[in-house]
């Protein structure tokens, strides 16, 4: 009974992120693996999806999905022109092993930190893992969080569908 009041509520806060139109936040500082500043304004996809995964090096679901999504990731990018990005909620203790981390997954993902969890406070990510689509604009379209095999199948499903959306605008 409490796993279908908490999905309900999962629903319920998803429908009311997407009918607010909710966007990326555009201001806050993330860091590349080589420890370069980016403002979140500079995750763009020439006005195609962008699937937005947070996750960490510990969490066993995150590295499940990511690695399921790498296989497929290519035919995705042709069919849809997707990008994903994953930012890791690693903090400065473990942070170290994010690069090495994404490396042996051999992941051709962009890849952020979010160190201080400014991004991940101010997108409302409470688990990981927690995924995102962004329309060409910029705007969530979809969330979900958890990951169990087939999920992937519902991702490419929304993926699509912002991508058809994008072609047809």
Same mark, same amino acid.
């Given at each position: 009974?409490?796993?279908?009041? =908490?999905? =309900?509520?999962?629903? +319920? *806060?998803?429908?009311? +992120? ?14 590349? =693996? ?10 763009? $996809? ?9 996750? #960490?090096?510990?969490? /066993?679901?995150? $590295? @499940? ?13 042709? %069919? ?10 690693? &903090? ?10 994404? &490396?042996? $997954? ?14 991940? @406070? #101010?997108? $409302? ?13 910029? %705007? ?14 519902? *991702? *490419?499903?929304?993926? @699509? /569908?912002? #991508? #058809?959306?994008?072609? +047809?605008?």
């Amino acid at each position: 009974m409490k796993k279908v009041f =908490l999905s =309900l509520i999962c629903i +319920a *806060l998803a429908g009311i +992120a997407m009918a607010q139109n909710a966007t990326l936040p555009q201001n806050i500082t993330i860091k590349s =693996l080589d420890g370069t500043s980016v403002q979140t304004s500079a995750i763009q $996809n020439n006005g195609k999806p962008i699937i937005l995964s947070f996750w #960490a090096t510990w969490c /066993k679901p995150c $590295n @499940r999905e990511l690695n399921t999504i790498k296989e497929v990731y290519e035919e995705w990018q042709k %069919e849809t022109g997707v990008k994903l990005v994953a930012i890791s909620i690693d &903090d400065a203790r473990s942070a170290a092993r994010v690069k090495p981390h994404v &490396d042996g $997954n051999d992941w051709e993902y962009e890849v952020y930190l979010d160190q201080n969890q400014d991004l991940k @406070r #101010a997108m $409302n990510v409470v688990n990981v893992p927690h995924t995102f689509v962004l329309n060409g604009k910029g %705007e969530i379209v979809w969330q979900h969080t958890s990951f169990v095999e087939g999920s992937e199948e519902e *991702l *490419l499903e929304v993926v @699509r /569908k912002v #991508a #058809a959306e994008s072609k +047809a605008e």
